[in-house]
């Protein structure tokens, strides 16, 4: 059976994250500009660790940095947090790929299944790669590049993609083994 993890204000997964008022101002106001979400709190635990997260964080889901649009980047981060079974960051990230796509309705169909959301080929492909990056990392051939390529995608889009995945194999891993609790906002937001 699952363990049930709490919602009550401070406790929000498996590990002791500090209430709101315990955290240094600087910590305060990196929670604040998240949204004081789950997964903010949860790092706050550590102060070197949120700093790291939300730098890396920001600089890969920038709206305006990037090279592939930032819904290309949410796509991604769906289907790898779906891939892995990451309730947090799924939700967290449907929701975003629902407002870079102006469509929450193709954005849960993505995140339920994306086999079955009419993606476009280029949508697909990059579905595909980031399902294997998860899955087999090492099934991945030159022929998965070159079918990219034709899509439009240059090499260092290509990596991009690869980072993008990478990360959220990475940030999925942490999230998941801390428990971290999807917040409420999320699942009304999607309704």
Not at 20 to 27: E, P, V
Not at 82 to 90: D, F, I, K
Not at 96 to 106: K, M, S, W, Y
């Amino acid at each position: 059976m699952a363990e049930v993890l709490s919602t009550e204000t401070h406790v929000i997964g498996r590990l002791d994250v500090p209430t709101h008022d315990a955290l240094s101002d600087d910590l305060r106001q990196l929670v604040e500009q998240h949204g004081g979400d789950n997964w903010i709190r949860a790092l706050s635990l550590n102060a070197d660790t949120a700093r790291r997260f939300t730098q890396y964080f920001e600089k890969l889901f920038s709206a305006t940095g990037g090279r592939l649009p930032l819904d290309e980047r949410e796509l991604i981060a769906v289907i790898v947090s779906r891939t892995n079974g990451c309730g947090l960051c799924a939700i967290h990230h449907a929701h975003a790929l629902g407002e870079a796509l102006g469509d929450r309705v193709q954005a849960r169909r993505i995140a339920l299944d994306y086999h079955l959301a009419d993606l476009s080929a280029r949508q697909l492909a990059l579905a595909e790669i980031a399902e294997t990056i998860t899955t087999s990392p090492r099934a991945i051939t030159r022929k998965d590049f070159d079918r990219l390529r034709t899509l439009g995608l240059d090499d260092a889009d290509i990596l991009e993609a690869i980072e993008t995945a990478s990360w959220f194999n990475h940030t999925n891993r942490i999230f998941i083994a801390a428990g971290v609790v999807p917040d409420e906002k999320y699942f009304s937001a999607l309704a």
